[in-house]
T-cell receptor
Framework: GEDVEQSLFLSVREGDSSVINCTYT??????LYWYKQEPGAGLQLLTY?????DMKQDQRLTVLLNKKDKHLSLRIADTQTGDSAIYFCAETRAISSGSARQLTFGSGTQLTVLP | GAVVSQHPSRVICKSGTSVKIECRSLDFQATTMFWYRQFPKQSLMLMATSNEGSKATYEQGVEKDKFLINHASLTLSTLTVTSAHPEDSSFYIC???????????FGPGTRLTVL
């Protein structure tokens, strides 16, 4: 089956860079995503990358994709206390009807930013 | 754009009662809506996928008679937890997608507590 794995916890100091890693198994993934969840809230789409790309940068966020190793990472530059949250990586797979794409989520990484 | 709302945000009910949760796409027409369940400190578990005007597709192990999903319009889907029991207590999150945008857009979630 398709699994998405992440480490559960990451702590960094304010101002440092954070790197959150994710591995997946489904080689047919077309898009890979990073979502952020703050306590008691829904998920916010941070960024996504198409499977034929290696890197995508959006302000403080950099996504790296190594398709050969099925490894995805999210780098947050100049991490702030407001970045403390759970970060989920996710991949899409087509459902049988072909009309929509389901997301398969990792377990989430709790990022704690220390002052 | 791509805002999704959920109502109510929090509900407490007695065992045996039914609870309806609404999910609305506010500024777009959602071709597909998804319902997830999330236990504390865990990832999201997909319960079902619904397309407007057709029956929902439930994931394995999810009782369709227990969790009734209605997707009557392109902007509204409802999840009814019938005869709720304490083990149904959870955080329920919906998401929506449409053809022009990559990814799913999530509602803020509904915290259900069954006494």
């Amino acid at each position: 089956g398709e699994d998405v794995e992440q480490s559960l916890f990451l702590s960094v100091r304010e101002g440092d860079s954070s790197v959150i890693n994710c591995t997946y198994t489904d080689s047919s993934s077309t898009y890979l995503y990073w979502y952020k969840q703050e306590p008691g809230a829904g998920l916010q789409l941070l960024t996504y990358i198409f499977s034929n790309m290696d890197m995508k940068q959006d302000q403080r966020l950099t996504v790296l994709l190594n398709k050969k190793d099925k490894h995805l990472s999210l780098r947050i530059a100049d991490t702030q206390t407001g970045d403390s949250a759970i970060y989920f990586c996710a991949e899409t797979r087509a459902i049988s009807s072909g009309s929509a794409r389901q997301l398969t989520f990792g377990s989430g990484t709790q990022l704690t930013v220390l002052p | 754009g791509a805002v999704v709302s959920q109502h109510p945000s929090r509900v407490i009910c007695k065992s045996g009662t039914s609870v309806k949760i609404e999910c609305r796409s506010l500024d777009f027409q959602a071709t597909t809506m998804f319902w997830y369940r999330q236990f504390p400190k865990q990832s999201l578990m997909l319960m079902a996928t619904s397309n407007e005007g057709s029956k929902a597709t439930y994931e394995q192990g999810v009782e369709k008679d227990k969790f009734l999903i209605n997707h009557a319009s392109l902007t509204l889907s409802t999840l009814t937890v019938t005869s709720a029991h304490p083990e149904d207590s959870s955080f329920y999150i919906c998401s929506a997608s449409y053809g022009g945008r990559v990814g799913q857009f999530f509602g803020p979630g509904t915290r259900l507590t069954v006494l």
